[in-house]
């Protein structure tokens, strides 16, 4: 069961631009997790929100979790090649001890 | 330096043949989960554990078990691979089972099943 849905699946864009991942379900959670993955490795933990209608922001990007807890964005101004890398969003159940990752957004930025 | 680690990194084996996966954490961490990637459709959860002896299933057990009797240790076992089980496995850590808290991962086991 893939509880949730990222948009888009790729992402090519030239240095500079802006750009918006979403992430979306149809169920609650009880907090959301963004990580980026690099070829190779795990993935590593950008941000957590927790209440509805949070927004935070880590330098040039901007999280903002969904007012009903049930989708999230991740927005990028400006992108460097440094933020090549694959983006997963991750929700939390309601007693927080399963996560449910979404599809992936495969993000190049070219020089 | 804190760390997830899993053993081997690489594996191709053959149907049917026993194989173990090793995940150890040396963050006093409670909580450990084991994930599989595939193209197209993330991470999904095998198994996970809030504590020592205690296990429960996630979103995609069937095939495989795990055990969970030193707090730092969480080995992935396959009794019988079969074919669609090959596929990239992670190991992860956070210290306390909830949400909010950060997972660790490993570097990840790449699985061939022939």
């Known amino acids: 069961t893939q509880l949730l849905e990222q948009s888009p699946q790729f992402l090519s864009i030239q240095e500079g631009e802006n750009l918006t991942v979403y992430c979306n379900s149809s169920?609650?959670?009880?907090?959301l997790q963004w990580y980026r993955q690099e070829p190779g490795e795990g993935p590593v933990l950008l941000v957590t929100?927790?209440?509805?209608?949070e927004v935070k922001k880590l330098k040039r990007l901007t999280f903002q979790f969904g007012d009903a807890r049930k989708d999230s964005s991740l927005h990028i101004t400006a992108a460097q090649t440094g933020d090549t890398g694959l983006y997963l969003c991750?929700?939390?159940?309601?007693?927080?001890?399963?996560?449910?990752f979404g599809t992936g957004t495969s993000l190049t930025v070219i020089p | 330096e804190a760390q997830v680690t899993q053993n081997p990194r690489y594996l191709i084996t053959v149907t049917g043949k026993k194989l173990t996966v090793t995940c150890s954490q040396n963050?006093?961490?409670?909580?450990m989960s084991w994930y599989r990637q595939d193209p197209g459709l993330g991470l999904r959860q095998i198994y996970y554990?809030?504590?020592?002896?205690?296990?429960d299933k996630g979103d995609v057990p069937e095939g495989y078990k795990v055990s969970r009797k030193e707090k730092r240790n969480f080995p992935l076992i396959l009794e019988s691979p079969s074919p669609n089980q090959t596929s990239l496995y992670f190991c992860?850590?956070?210290?306390?089972?909830?949400?909010?808290?950060?997972?660790?991962f490993g570097p990840g086991t790449r699985l061939t099943v022939l």
């Open positions: 169920s609650v959670f009880s907090s």
């Open positions: 992860a850590s956070s210290l306390s089972p909830t949400g909010d808290n950060e997972q660790f």
């Open positions: 554990s809030m504590n020592v002896e205690v296990t």
């Open positions: 991750a929700g939390a159940s309601r007693t927080g001890n399963q996560f449910y």
């Open positions: 963050m006093n961490h409670e909580y």
């Open positions: 929100v927790v209440t509805g209608g």
